[in-house]
């Protein structure tokens, strides 16, 4: 995929100092790059992928070393489009315990909670999807470094077969590392 705003998006992580940000022993903005990259491999839509540059441009629930204003939001929406914002913003806002109750008890429940606010989201299907997507993807690329394994395990491996195909097989080639990580 050969996404127009490639390069303003970077420009733009780059005035924010995202460079300079330690992630999973890694520039934070190599996370981000490399989450991009991951979901355009597996066959994410563009404004999937571009929530995936921007996945935590707000902070999350556990990176807090970076974020920006909510303020921002219409700058990061002019910069990569309203679904590739909202994607990212519900990654950032969500109540990572609620959403994994979905794919761990089976719930068939499509919607997440801010944390902040406790505002329940109704999302499409498409939106459940992609955001699931966007969940598995940024966690499959920086377990290895991080070496967190069991940190939301039961949620990640049914997220990855929620989404099934590139995501299951991600998972496991992942996964597989934790083995040879612990024969080290």
């Not at 999302?123 to 070496?147: A, G, H, K, M």
Request: net charge negative.
């Amino acid at each position: 995929m050969d996404d127009p705003r490639y390069q303003d998006m970077i420009a733009f992580l780059k005035e924010l100092g995202t460079d300079d940000i330690p992630h999973t022993d890694k520039p934070f903005l190599a996370h981000l790059i490399s989450v991009y990259r991951d979901l355009e491999r597996w066959g994410g839509s563009l404004p999937l992928c571009r929530a995936g540059m921007f996945h935590s441009i707000y902070g999350t629930e556990k990176f807090r070393n970076f974020s920006i204003s909510i303020d921002q939001r219409p700058r990061v929406q002019e910069l990569i489009g309203e679904q590739g914002e909202s994607l990212a913003f519900w990654n950032c806002f969500m109540d990572r315990t609620a959403w994994d109750t979905i794919f761990i008890d089976q719930t068939g429940e499509r919607q997440l909670v801010n944390r902040e606010t406790a505002e329940v989201y109704a999302l499409s299907q498409e939106e459940f999807n992609e955001l699931t997507t966007l969940q598995i993807c940024d966690w499959l690329e920086q377990v290895p470094r991080s070496q967190e394994w069991d940190y939301r395990r039961d949620a990640y491996r049914q997220m990855a077969l929620h989404t099934g195909g590139i995501a299951v097989e991600e998972y496991d080639r992942v996964f597989a590392l934790e083995t040879a990580a612990q024969g080290e």
